[in-house]
């Protein structure tokens, strides 16, 4: 038996909503996005994020691996 259930959500108009900002770390000082001047702002845009792919397996022919 599967049963969902469905919670109606609430429509907010864009006066009843919160603007979210935006933070980030330059030079070891959190600030906000909103801040920053317009070349500051198209770096930031601009920027490219790291992101690190998991191995799928151990390196077996590493010289190490089979120490």
Request: proline share 6%; net charge neutral.
């Amino acid at each position: 038996m599967n049963i969902t259930k469905t919670i109606d959500q609430p429509e907010l108009k864009d006066e009843e909503r919160t603007r979210c900002e935006i933070w980030t770390r330059v030079m070891g000082y959190h600030r906000p996005v909103s801040a920053f001047n317009a070349g500051k702002r198209s770096e930031h845009a601009d920027r490219a994020y790291f992101c690190e792919h998991p191995r799928a397996a151990a390196d077996c022919t590493h010289p190490l691996a089979a120490a």
